[in-house]
């Protein structure tokens, strides 16, 4: 294979199933001290065009980089927050624009790797495929909109997860306990 790799800038976040948005804002905001930055209530599953309501919710870290969760109430079981349970991920690796987006598409897909996207998320656009141990890796690349589209969704935060703590109380009551309160 000829020609230079682009380069892999860092991570962009890195994505795990939650149980709770609210309960997962209150520990790494309040305890953990990050900057929740984003609530992104999202209606279908952005790689099959599905039903399958989910919010998003990301955490800015010290080096602008975050950790986003997943509450996907619908597809949620007990079984997918035990402790001994592996969590539900995909690593995100940030490249410096599309076009080195695209340079690693067309390498993967050179080595046969089959890679789905891009994807446009609105403030980022990105590029998925596997492992060969089955892990879900991502390209991402910020749009040029992103730090304003993070703004926005910012602001509306509080609303957002207010709304969706509401809309999913019921659905969640019926597949999981609710959390054990900590001593105090």
Not at 101 to 119: N, Q, S, T, W
Request: charged content about 25%; some cysteine; overall charge negative.
């Amino acid at each position: 294979m000829s020609g230079s790799t682009p380069a892999i800038h860092g991570i962009h976040h890195s994505a795990f199933r939650c149980r709770d948005a609210d309960e997962t804002l209150r520990f790494y905001r309040d305890v953990l001290g990050l900057k929740p930055r984003a609530a992104l209530r999202i209606p279908d599953d952005p790689l099959t065009g599905e039903a399958h309501p989910y919010l998003h919710l990301f955490f800015e870290m010290g080096d602008g980089n975050f950790i986003a969760f997943f509450d996907a109430p619908s597809s949620a079981t007990a079984d997918h927050f035990r402790p001994d349970h592996p969590f539900d991920l995909h690593y995100a690796m940030e490249v410096a624009d599309q076009a080195e987006m695209m340079a690693f598409k067309a390498r993967l897909e050179a080595h046969g790797i089959e890679v789905m996207g891009p994807l446009d998320h609105g403030f980022i656009h990105s590029i998925y495929f596997y492992d060969p141990n089955g892990l879900m890796l991502e390209f991402t690349c910020r749009d040029a909109g992103h730090e304003a589209a993070l703004v926005e969704a910012e602001a509306e935060l509080d609303s957002v997860l207010a709304e969706w703590t509401r809309d999913t109380a019921a659905e969640k009551r019926r597949f999981m306990p609710p959390p054990a309160q900590a001593a105090e």
